[in-house]
């Protein structure tokens, strides 16, 4: 359970979105899921991807690799060690990149199946290790790109004879900004990017009303993308996300 002077959650899952696997040796990746999992009493989940901030390795000094096809190999040597500590298979791995020695994960998570999710949409390698290991998928781009990635990770499912069913399907959505009127919504939503260093704000934003923001986002729910994983940047928007489970929430169940 988190605790907080004014809040305490029993049922919200805990987990990155996703945290690189360059960051770690993934026995011990997988021995902090399970701390966190005991932690929250069965509510963790590992996301993980094969990671792409440059700047961010080079300023902690970790390994980025050549490029993104080694670190998908890497990712791809992870996997099966992080996925046998979770069922307590004593997984070895011999490299390039690994080691491992049936490594032991004593005591085993909570949950009888760790969800793993494997953020990214790479079309030959990320897409097929979702079908291989993950228990759900996060992909983003639009809509167009969602269902361009859906229909590559169905033939990679058909291939590696996986059930498509066991894998949940997540899309990041952006930023949400809810207010009863599309200007006031622009505006606040203008205002917090500004607060952001001036970030650049980011186009076909859910900005608007309750229904403008259920009708933005109910084509994800209609191919199967019914996890959607909003962003609210600070200075934290408590009335967007209150509105967003509220309001929006009903409206995409129907």
Known sequence: M??????????V????????????????????????????????????????FGREH?????????????RLRWLGEALPVIRG???????SASGPHYAAKEVRNDPPPLQARLPILVGGGGEKV??????????????????????RKEAIL?????RE????????????????????????????FLEMFAGNGNARPWEDQPVGTPEDVAEMLAPYAEIGYRHLVTGFPPPHDQESMTRFAREVRPLLER
Request: charged residues 25%; glycine residues 12%; proline residues 4%.
């Open 161 to 188: 004879g996986r059930d498509p069913a066991e894998i949940e399907r997540t899309t990041g959505v952006g930023t949400v900004i809810i207010r009863d009127s599309r200007d006031e919504a622009r505006r606040v």
């Open 2 to 11: 988190l605790t907080g002077s004014a809040m305490a959650t029993e049922k």
């Open 126 to 147: 990320t897409l097929k290790l979702v079908a291989k290991y993950a228990d759900a998928n996060n992909v983003g781009g639009g809509l167009a790109a969602v269902k």
């Open 13 to 52: 899952r805990m987990g990155l979105m996703v945290g690189a696997n360059t960051f770690r040796n993934p026995a011990l990746t997988a021995k902090l899921a399970t701390t966190l999992d005991h932690v929250s009493n069965g509510r963790a989940i590992l996301g993980i991807g094969a990671a792409w």
């Open 58 to 70: 080079e300023a902690y000094g970790l390994e980025f690799g050549e490029g993104p096809p080694e």
């Open 85 to 91: 500590m979770f069922h307590g298979e004593l997984p």
């Open 154 to 158: 169905l033939e990679h499912c058909e």
